[in-house]
């Protein structure tokens, strides 16, 4: 035992992936313009995010498509089967 040091460093740590939901910032704006369009649907009504579904939909497919974040079924996000959605994802993978 080594006094001085916290007991938490140890020799052999190992790194780990980050939790789900954890991503890539958009360093490079890849997403900007569905984020933006997200973020005015949400002050336009007053944070309620349940008028806003389809863009939230949309931003997430930006991001998954540029791979900023890993792929998902939709329904696993909660956005399955939107009234009014004609997005579907641009890809998918397996």
């Given at each position: 035992m080594s006094f001085g040091r916290p007991p938490s460093i140890n020799v052999g740590f190992k790194t780990s992936p980050p939790?789900?939901?954890?991503?890539?910032?958009?360093h490079?704006?890849?997403c900007k313009?569905?984020?933006?369009?997200?973020?005015?649907?949400?002050?336009?009504?007053s944070s309620e995010s349940t008028p806003c579904r389809v863009m939230s939909k949309q931003y997430l497919d930006?991001?998954?498509?540029?791979?900023?974040m890993e792929?998902?079924?939709?329904?696993?996000?909660?956005?399955?089967?939107?009234?009014?959605d004609?997005?579907?994802?641009?890809?998918t993978s397996t």
């Open positions: 939790d789900r939901g954890s991503f890539p910032l958009d490079d704006g890849e313009e569905q984020m933006m369009q997200y973020m005015a649907c949400l002050r336009k009504n930006c991001r998954m498509t540029k791979g900023l792929r998902d079924e939709w329904r696993n996000l909660g956005l399955a089967n939107l009234d009014g004609s997005a579907e994802p641009t890809h």
